[in-house]
Each structure stands twice: as C-alpha cells, then as structure tokens.
C-alpha cells in the first residue's frame, strides 16, 4: 500500500472531477471521485480518507447534507473537509463552516490557493495525530507514575480531566472534559489560596512552573494529599491559552512515618483537630493527648549509630501501640518525638493511670543489636476540654507538660495545668540565659567539706556549681544542670569545673602541704561522661593544673550504669587507669544495681540524703536500709560516705553504725573558696559549728 494521502473529490460535474484529480495526483496525492453526495456517503463509509473536497451545489444531497452526515462520525480533526462553492455564495461558506467545514475554496478553482489549502488541512490533521498520540503516551506514563493529567484551555475556560485524575478523587469518570470548580471547590480551604497564588505566579510568567501540594475532598469525604504540576502554553503575544499538567497523590508519604509506619505529625494534628471540634460541640465527648520524648536519645544515636538509634525507635513505636491499643491513635511526630490521642481520659485520676502505665512499659531494657540497652522516656498529658479553640491550642500545653515531665528527672509523666505554663516560660528564659552564662563569667563553685566521722578531721572536698544570676540571684544546679544536659552545654560547664576545682586544690595543697591526703570531689554528668573526648580532656586539666590524679575523685550518679553499662564500664575503667578515683553518687534512689556494683572499679558510694535526713525521726525503714548499704559495702571493699548529715543525731547514729565518712550542714555547708581557705588555715574552726544553710 502506498503512503500516499487519500483524498475525495465530490462534484456532480464530471469535467470539474477530473480536472482537479489529474492535478493533485500530479502533486502526489491519491485521488478518488464520487459524483454525488449520496455515492460521497457510501465511500466516506467503506474507504479511509485524508480530506474530502466537497462541492456545495449539487443535485440530490447537497454538500451541505453531506458535511453534516459526515461530521456526524467524524471530528473536523478526523476527517478534514473543504468546500468547494461559487464566490457568489458567501452565506453559504458561513453556514458551511459553521457546521464543521475546515475551510473552502471558491470556483473558478485557483488551483495554487487549493493546494495551499488542502495542505494547510492535511498538516494540521497530522500534527493532531502526533499530539493526540503522545497524549495517549503521555497517559500510559502518567497511569505508570500514578498521576492524573488535566488539560485547561484557558480560553473557553473548560478543563479536560483523564480518568485517572478523577478516580482518584472518587469521582465517576464520565465525561472528561468539566470546569475547573470540579477542581477548586474541592480544595480545602487553607490551601486554595496557596494553590491560586502559584498558579498565577506561573501564568504571569513568574514562576517557571505551576507547582502546589493542596487537600482536596474525596467523594468518601476524607481529605487526600495531593501535589499538582502545570505548565502554560501561549499564543505569540505570550497570552497564556492554555495550561496542562498532572496532578499525583501524595496522601501516604505526606502522612505516614517511614521508619515506624505510624501517622506523622500532619495526621496527627488533622485528627486531633477533629477531636478538638467534636469536644467543642459535645461536651461528653473527652479525650486525652499525651505527648512522649525519649530521653537522652541523642546518646542512643552517638553510642550505637543511627541503625541502632531506629530500631529504638521501632521498638518504642511497637510498645507505645500495644499501651493504645485501638482506643486511640499513636503518632510518631519527628525525631525521638511521640504523640498519642486516646479517649475516653476524663480525669486527672485517669491521666495519672495513663502515666504510669507508660512508664512502666518503657522499663525493660531494649534489645539493640544485641545488646541490652535502657532508655526512658518523659510524658506530657492534657485533657481535652470544650475551651480549647484548636489543635494547636492543646499541642502547646502538652508541650508544656512534656517539658514539665523532664524537668522533674528522667522517665516521669506531668498532667497538663495553667501554672505550669508560666513555669515553664521561666525555664525557656534560663535556658537562654544559661547559654551565655560560662562566657560571662557567671559560674562559681562553691567547696563542701567531707569529714572523717571519728574525728571530724577535713579529709577532702565537694565542688558544688552555682550560678550567679544577674537579675534572679544564685541558682543552684538542680534548676539548671538538666537544662544544661538538654542543650549540651553541660560539657564545656563541666570541663571548667573540672579544671577550676582541681587549679582550686591544686592551690590549697601548695598552700597547705601538710595536708597531703587532701582532694576534691567533682560531679560529672552522664552527658560528659559519654564523650569519647572525655578522658583526654581531663588528661590535659590533669597535667595543665599540675595536681596529682589521686586527689581528684569524679562522682557519677546510678543513671549511667542504666543506659549502657558496657559503655560505661569501659569508661569507668579508663578513667581508673588515669587513677583518679571513683565515686557512685545518690546511692539507692535509683534502681540499685548491686549485682554490677563488683564488677566495676568505684572506690566509694554516697549515700543519698534522703536516707540521712530520715533519721533523725528515727524512721526504721532508712535505719535497716542504711545498716543493709553499710555491710554490702563492706563485702565489696568499698567507702561509704553518708551525704546530707543535718544533726548530731544522725551523724552518731552513722558513726556508730560504722560509717566513716560524711558530709553535710551539720559541718559545713557548701561555701566559697576563701571561706575554704580561712577552714584549712584555722582547722577546728567550723567543721561542726552548728552553722546551717547554704
Ligand atoms: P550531689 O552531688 O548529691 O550534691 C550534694 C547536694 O546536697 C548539694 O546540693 C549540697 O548542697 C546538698 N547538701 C549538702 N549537705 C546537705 C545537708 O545537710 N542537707 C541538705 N538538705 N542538702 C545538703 P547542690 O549543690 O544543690 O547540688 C545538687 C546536685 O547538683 C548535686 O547533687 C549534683 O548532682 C549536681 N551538681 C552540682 N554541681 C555539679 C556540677 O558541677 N556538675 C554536675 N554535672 N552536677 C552538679
Ligand atoms: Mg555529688
Ligand atoms: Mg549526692
């Protein structure tokens, strides 16, 4: 078969059919004639043509019935028409065009004007065909990418939708073309106008592209996540006349978290929204949100690496679920960040359940590649109710109560109450404020003598931080060393303790060299304790200071045992080679882990002050509790050194007890160098003077 084009000429006057088919089959074209409109019909019919020249008057069927039967079947894209009228029939080129002609030539035929013509059609029809093929392939992969496409002919203001794009909005997919309202009216309302402003941005050519990623209502109702795409095309003065582009839903990546396969912090606020608006109008409605933050997860994803630091959280996930079970949902809203919605909370009583609850199911040790691993985590509750005006309302008290829940010390829960907030507003100012305060010189230490119980003899000293704060006066380190933890400020606070404390002893045994055995006792947080720069660090205070590694003993409290203990041994042991000594801080307030205890190279434990103050209301629980510590110690050779001695009472009852050491009020609080300075001068001074307060 020849690829030549197919025309048909229909004329009922013979010389006028072959006059014109000799002389576009001389210009390569395939010609076939039909003498009347009814044999015009019959072939349109059978055969497959390119174009139809059509005459107009003819006897029988005009060309006129003929253009109508033929559009009939065929679009004017399909099948090109020309009619052929005599130039005194203007009206009748009007009527023809109007019924679908594609253009016409007048009789006498000028036959350059005719093929210029025929051309013109037969062009046009082809580049229809191209466009209309690589619309169908432009489907094909639009269907593969899972995106609907729209086609907006800005002119008549009608927009082509493909059946994907309204499947995917539940919509019947019926007819294609539709007005853009299909579209907009759908939009939720907070991003219709994020959507315009891009779309304009683009048609006034100051956007390279039409981009925007909108909620558009589904016919079941539900909002769905959509990102859409455009590009204009314009006519030569650079009128936009039409826009096209595709449109993909992207509801799952928007709302699902990837590592747990929760709901993310966008679901999160959308159901909760609703939630919020279901309270607002039916006061039986109650629920609570619960907002959780796994504490120190920075360390989790320092000390095992981020792989380690995801299946943490993948666990958690698992176990906050099986807690809400389907009486509510669980969200992950980013990083080491929870959230929970559950109903049916109504009251302080219940949310405080709920706390507890929670807690408990973060206290068995994690799995983590193997090694056993514990990890804790802090929660802040609110309970709904009809004044809160929306979501963000509620999530800015659970905010506050999370914040509460940490400061209160690790894995603890806080409800939700209106002087919290400005509790916690005052913390977000020391926060601020403790990061420029090593820089302005407003830390001091301050020196706790610790005595020998026998004789009352200075054997050594505690350094103790203080903040001198311009406008709220000294603020002691509980207030703010978690602060400083969250930050991470605390290592280099710590590592000028550090070297203040031992310049400090350093001084006073230069000054005092009979006092040889002398030494300072310095906290270190588990924040520093877990840097592997540590010991170097405090290799080079050591050797910059010049004091002997002996007279310095770090204290670390049980906390860091709990976290990773293999870690921890090893550093515990590093810091033994240094050989400085070792002491295990607020013994027994935490989970009390004797069956390590002999395995790791402490030189001593400090008995919490909580236990001490006890007994002076001869309180027999911390008196047996307190006999009990003293004889483990003694059986795994370690010191004890009792804290928080506050009476003559207690500090008999210890010594007699066999408790060597102590320290607290009833000797000394803790106090200024110079005041260290004029003890150490005049020994006997003070070091039981029954002085109180710090
Ligand atoms: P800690 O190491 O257990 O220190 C003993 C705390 O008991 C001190 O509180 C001290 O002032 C207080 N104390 C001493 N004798 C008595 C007494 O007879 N009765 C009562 N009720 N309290 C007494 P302080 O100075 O407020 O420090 C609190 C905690 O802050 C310390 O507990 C320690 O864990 C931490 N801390 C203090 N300085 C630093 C530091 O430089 N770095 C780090 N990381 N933590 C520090
Ligand atoms: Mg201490
Ligand atoms: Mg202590």
Redesign the pocket.
């Known amino acids: 078969m020849s690829n030549k084009e197919l025309l048909l000429v229909v004329d009922d006057e013979e010389m006028n059919r072959q006059l014109l088919s000799r002389r576009l089959e001389r210009c390569g074209f395939q010609v076939e004639v039909a003498a009347g409109g009814a044999e015009a019909l019959t072939k349109v019919g059978s055969t497959s043509y390119d174009l139809i020249l059509l005459d107009q008057m003819m006897p029988g069927k005009s060309g006129s019935e003929v253009l109508r039967e033929v559009r009939d079947k065929y679009s004017a894209s399909e099948l090109p028409v020309i009619m052929v009228t005599a130039v005194t029939e203007s009206g009748r080129v009007a009527e023809a065009l109007d019924q679908g002609a594609n253009d016409y030539i007048t009789k006498p035929i000028d036959f350059t004007v005719a093929l210029a013509r025929i051309r013109a059609q037969l062009s046009r029809k082809q580049n229809e065909a191209a466009r209309r093929e690589s619309q169908e392939l432009y489907e094909i992969a639009a269907r593969a990418a899972n995106c609907g496409l729209w086609d907006w002919d800005l002119v008549s203001n009608r927009i082509f939708y493909s059946p994907r794009w309204k499947q995917m909005m539940g919509m019947p997919e019926g007819d294609a073309a539709g007005s853009p309202e299909d579209w907009f009216a759908k939009v939720h309302a907070d991003d219709l106008s994020c959507l315009r402003r891009s779309m304009d941005a683009h048609l006034r050519e100051e956007a390279p592209l039409f981009e925007a990623e909108y909620r558009i209502r589904h016919s079941d109702g539900h909002y769905r996540w959509m990102v859409a795409r455009g590009l204009a095309v314009r006519d030569e003065r650079g009128t936009p006349v039409r826009m096209a582009g595709s449109q993909s839903d992207v509801t799952e990546a928007k709302t699902v978290d990837m590592l747990t396969k929760l709901p993310n912090r966008l679901l999160f606020e959308e159901r909760l929204g609703a939630a919020v608006e279901r309270c607002r109008r039916d006061s039986n409605y109650v629920f609570a949100i619960c907002f959780l933050d796994l504490d120190r997860f920075k360390l989790v994803n320092d000390t095992l690496g981020h792989t380690g630091g995801d299946q943490l959280l993948i666990q958690f996930a698992e176990r906050l679920r099986r807690v809400v079970g389907s009486s509510g949902v669980v969200a992950r809203l980013g990083g080491d960040e929870f959230a929970l919605c559950i109903e049916g909370v109504a009251t302080p009583n219940m949310a405080s359940a709920l706390g507890e609850r929670l807690v408990r199911t973060f206290r068995p040790p994690y799995v983590l590649e193997g090694q056993e691993f514990f990890s804790s985590a802090s929660a802040g509750i609110v309970l709904s109710r009809p004044s809160y005006a929306n979501a963000a309302e509620m999530i800015r008290d659970a905010d506050v109560a999370m914040y509460a829940a940490k400061m209160r010390g690790r894995a603890r829960w806080a409800i939700f109450d209106e002087p919290m907030r400005e509790r916690a507003t005052t913390r977000l100012e020391l926060e601020r404020d403790l990061r420029m305060a090593l820089s302005k010189g407003q830390f001091v230490i301050h020196y706790?003598p610790r005595v020998d119980l026998d004789t009352d003899q200075i054997l050594g000293f505690?350094?103790?931080?203080r903040w001198k704060h311009p406008q709220r006066g000294v603020i002691?380190?509980?207030e703010f060393?978690t602060l400083a933890e969250e930050s991470g400020a605390?290592r280099d606070i710590?590592l000028w303790?550090l070297a203040e404390a031992c310049d400090q002893m350093q001084k006073w045994r230069q000054q005092f060299p009979s006092l040889t055995d002398l030494d300072v006792s310095?906290?270190?947080?588990p924040v520093q304790f877990r840097d592997p720069a540590f010991v170097a660090q405090l290799q080079q205070i050591l050797t910059e200071t010049g004091l002997e590694p002996a007279r310095l003993q770090i204290?670390v409290?049980e906390s860091l045992l709990f976290e990773n203990l293999e870690e921890a041994r090893k550093m515990l042991f590093a810091l033994k080679e240094i050989g400085v000594g070792l002491k295990l801080?607020?013994f027994a307030t935490g989970y009390s882990c004797l069956r390590y205890l002999s395995r790791l190279p402490f030189d001593a434990i400090k008995i919490d002050?909580s236990f001490t103050?006890e007994l002076g209301d001869s309180n027999p629980e911390s008196k047996e509790l307190i006999r009990t510590i003293l004889s483990m110690a003694q059986n795994l050779g370690l010191g004890v050194i009792a804290?928080?001695?506050?009476n003559r009472l207690a500090a008999e009852y210890l010594r007699n007890q066999g408790c060597r050491y102590g320290?607290?009020?009833?000797y000394s609080?803790?106090v200024p160098s110079k005041d260290v300075t004029e003890m150490l001068a005049a020994p006997g001074r003070s070091r039981n003077g029954e002085k109180s307060g710090?």
Do not use: C, H, M
């Open positions: 706790q505690e350094a103790l931080l002691k380190p509980d060393i605390i710590g303790v310095v906290n270190v947080s204290e409290t801080d607020d002050r103050r804290e928080g001695i506050e320290q607290g009020f009833f609080p803790p710090s």
